[in-house]
């Protein structure tokens, strides 16, 4: 079973305006229910929400103060 807790639980909104943002980038509809969502859209989602987060994280560690590249 995946463990989906939150290490910063006050990050959760921020997440999940990122998810809408990045299916919306993608073209995939997300709504309240999501069970008809593809594995392929579903994982084309979280790829790219992934990579932006490293990128985040990346940019913070270099001391890099611009705003994030998509």
Not at 4 to 9: R, W
Not at 16 to 22: F, G, I, S, T
Not at 40 to 53: C, N
């Amino acid at each position: 079973m995946a463990n989906n807790t939150l290490a910063v639980p006050q990050a959760k909104a921020a997440l999940d305006q990122l998810k809408y943002e990045v299916a919306q980038e993608l073209g995939i509809q997300l709504q309240a229910y999501n069970g008809n969502l593809t594995s392929r859209d579903a994982g084309s989602i979280g790829g790219t929400i992934t990579k932006r987060l490293v990128q985040i994280a990346e940019q913070q560690l270099s001391g890099s103060a611009g705003s994030f590249r998509r």
